[in-house]
T-cell receptor, first 113, second 113 residues
Framework: GDSVTQMEGPVTLSEEAFLTINCTYT??????LFWYVQYPGEGLQLLLK?????DKGSNKGFEATYRKETTSFHLEKGSVQVSDSAVYFC????????????FGQGTILTVHP | KAGVTQTPRYLIKTRGQQVTLSCSPI?????VSWYQQTPGQGLQFLFE???????NKGNFPGRFSGRQFSNSRSEMNVSTLELGDSALYLC????????????FGPGTRLTVT
């Protein structure tokens, strides 16, 4: 079945540091890929998405490129801020799995001033 | 547009009781998905409804059920509550199209004692 694997956390960075959170996936078809972010006490917010190979999703300085050859969708940001501290989830969906997102285990990011 | 709303936000129930959670999707969205989030299992898909029909279901026991109304609002019910049902229950709405970009509500925090 489908699965998503994220890098182990937590990740602790200083403000303005470069961020990478690795995400790899296993899927039977050609999934859409997503990054969601969850702030304390809140639901998940869609950060970015990519629906086909080589697509780059971007939002709020975050980027991720859909790499079919390496089955990866790594999240990057050039300069993190304290306000980026949250839990980040990589997820996939397949057209044949109606309404189902398969999530990675989440990566806790803490950014210090 | 108003976002996804969930009621109630917090619930405390006793083992053996039943509970009903409610979700109102974004206006115009016809698909509602439900997820259970726990520290140990992460985010797990419960089921999805589209135009009042369940199209997909995760691997949860029959104690977990749901329905969707003609206005796309959805409810999920858990009967005979167990301690392990304590979790954050999230619903998400989408247009139901193939990219499955889902928008999440703030969740209902269920505690079973």
């Amino acid at each position: 079945g489908d699965s998503v694997t994220q890098m182990e956390g937590p990740v602790t960075l200083s403000e303005e540091a470069f961020l990478t959170i690795n995400c790899t996936y296993t899927a039977t078809g050609y999934p859409s890929l997503f990054w969601y972010v969850q702030y304390p006490g809140e639901g998940l917010q869609l950060l970015l998405k990519a629906t086909k190979a080589d697509d780059k999703g971007s939002n709020k300085g975050f980027e991720a490129t859909y790499r079919k050859e390496t089955t990866s969708f790594h999240l990057e940001k050039g300069s993190v801020q304290v306000s980026d501290s949250a839990v980040y989830f990589c997820a996939l969906s397949e057209a044949t799995s109606y309404g189902k997102l398969t999530f990675g285990q989440g990566t806790i990011l803490t950014v210090h001033p | 547009k108003a976002g996804v709303t969930q009621t109630p936000r917090y619930l405390i129930k006793t083992r053996g009781q039943q509970v009903t959670l409610s979700c109102s999707p974004i206006s115009g969205h016809r698909s509602v998905s439900w997820y259970q989030q726990t520290p140990g299992q992460g985010l797990q898909f419960l089921f999805e409804y589209f135009s009042e029909t369940q199209r997909n279901k995760g691997n949860f026991p029959g104690r977990f059920s749901g329905r969707q109304f003609s206005n796309s609002r959805s409810e999920m019910n858990v009967s005979t509550l167990e301690l392990g049902d304590s979790a954050l229950y999230l619903c998400a709405s989408s247009s139901g199209q193939t990219t499955y970009e889902q928008y999440f509500g703030p969740g209902t925090r269920l505690t079973v004692t």
